[in-house]
């Protein structure tokens, strides 16, 4: 979607804020919204790109307005409800609805450093063929989907040269909208800094962007 | 036109799905991703997210213990010396650094790193001629195994937005000019691929230890917003 979050290319955000001896977590809330976050997940109601797609759907105005991980919490909050883990009375009051069963935490203490060291791989060992291959020159799509895409607005409709081949990968396009996996290539795609900005950027700089096989079609 | 703003922030907040009702008057009027900047604790984000933790907990659906483990593991076991371990290993040891940047997933492993956000790293390798740096422009991806989470500024609209179209403006910000006949590279994490930046080992370092030049890479030079310098300070950063 064309939304507040696809900001690459944009003016008017203010100067970098650097904070020295920055620490993980501001406050102790960031972190419990970090584990809260991380334990969910791991009832596999939803993926990380369905996640990425709830945070993107924040109205812009709030979406620059609040903290980080005040997004992790509303995007959370709606992914559970949507998972059918909690009701949104229950998000409200605060209070497990009267009878409601009691559950079984998908992540135990104990199996946390195993879950942090394993990952969740978005890599498919599965066969499809790559459209495209290192050297060719590729253009890609100007698309502009109401849904979830990693295809950023600044590098649509662009021409760059495919680097190399990561190999096969989940879709998010169809993935963030529980519509299958879709696994495909992804490429590591040089464009340079003048292809995307024009003339008034320095000559031999470029960008470098990850992009699935559904995005490009050849130049 | 005070009641038209709040139901509109109001009615955004329950578009957005954010079901607990926000504190309005927290509303400062300004960008929010230099968290950092406020001291006073936000009561009620403190409020909501332990109402939250306490629901999950009483409905069986959250270990409080796992919480503790979780937070515990990212704020003082994976952060930035495990990427400055590699980096230092990747000086010190030419075939350690041919294996890193021809198959990073499987050199970050011999260090013991790896796993959540980390599954399918790279490694890009700073030189006289190029200068590379990594953003996430579309969230905020992050090598987490060799970084840890990222810090606020990474995360910030300021970063994500500029640092594609004007990376040279955005490196003279952390105080790095670069000249005109070094490439500058920018790599934007658009998918699973998590980048790593190896720096520069810094001239005069010939001398040192392994465990020395671990000391002197920071954060900021493994994201490629900085270069490793001789000296420790801001090393922490």
Known sequence: ?219 | MTTKRRDFLAGAVSAAGAAMTPDLSHAHGHPHDHDHAHQVVPSDLTLRVKALESLLVEKGLVDRAALDALVDTYEHKIGPRNGARVVARAWADPAYKQRLLANADAAIAELGYGGQQGEHMLVVENTPQVHNMVVCTLCSCYPWPVLGLPPVWYKSAAYRSRSVIDPRGILREFGLELPEDTEVRVWDSTAELRYLVLPERPAGSEHLTEQQLAVLVTRDAMVGVAKVMLTTEGASA
């Open chain 1, 1 to 219: 979607m064309n939304g507040i979050h696809d900001m690459g290319g944009m003016h008017g955000m203010g100067a970098i804020q650097h904070e020295k001896n920055e620490p993980v977590f501001h406050e102790q809330w960031e972190g419990r919204a970090f584990g809260l976050s991380f334990a969910m997940d791991s009832f596999d109601k939803w993926t990380l790109d369905a996640f990425r797609h709830q945070i993107e759907l924040i109205p812009p105005a709030e979406y620059l307005r609040i903290r980080y991980y005040e997004k992790w919490i509303a995007a959370y909050i709606e992914l559970m409800i949507k998972g059918g883990l909690v009701s949104r009375a229950e998000v409200e009051s605060g209070i497990p609805a009267q009878g409601s069963p009691r559950m079984k935490p998908a992540l135990p203490a104990a199996q946390v450093p195993a879950m942090i060291a394993s990952g969740a791989p978005a890599s498919r060992n599965v066969p499809a063929s790559p459209h495209f291959q290192a050297g060719q020159r590729v253009r890609t799509r100007n698309i502009n989907p109401v849904g979830h895409t990693r295809l950023p607005r600044y590098a649509r409709g662009k021409t760059g040269t495919v680097e190399r081949d990561h190999g096969v990968f989940v879709f998010p396009d169809t993935n963030a909208h529980f519509l299958g996996e879709k696994p495909q290539h992804v490429y590591s795609v040089r464009f340079t800094a003048r292809e995307l900005w024009g003339e008034q950027v320095a000559p031999r700089d470029s960008v470098y962007l990850d992009m699935w096989d559904d995005y490009l079609e050849p130049a």
